[in-house]
């Protein structure tokens, strides 16, 4: 996993938004260990491909908040101070990890 380096300061999130995250991170933990279960059950192929298909979108859903945030503040941020070239860039690579 590729990790970035930057200086710029990042805006903190409200207690709400972390909150909202954690909560739908905790569901989607829940919703693995239930594929878990389903496997150790032995059950239809199908019905653990449908459940593995809800994780992956409750994922990118959480990424698309996540970026969206990052947009509104951390790039904004970026283009005010004249260093907008480098976190577009940053967040081009990261989202083309997205769409792998």
Known sequence: MEKFLHDHPSTPRSKDEKQA???RLKRIEGQV???Q???EDDRY???ILVQIS???S???QVGFSITERH???CVSDAIKAGEGNET????MTVMKQFSK
């Open 58 to 60: 409750a994922l990118k």
């Open 45 to 47: 192929c199908i019905d």
């Open 71 to 73: 947009i509104k503040h």
């Open 21 to 23: 995250i954690i909560n």
């Open 37 to 39: 279960k389903m496997v």
């Open 88 to 91: 577009i860039e940053e967040l």
């Open 33 to 35: 260990r239930g594929i």
């Open 54 to 56: 809800s994780i992956q």
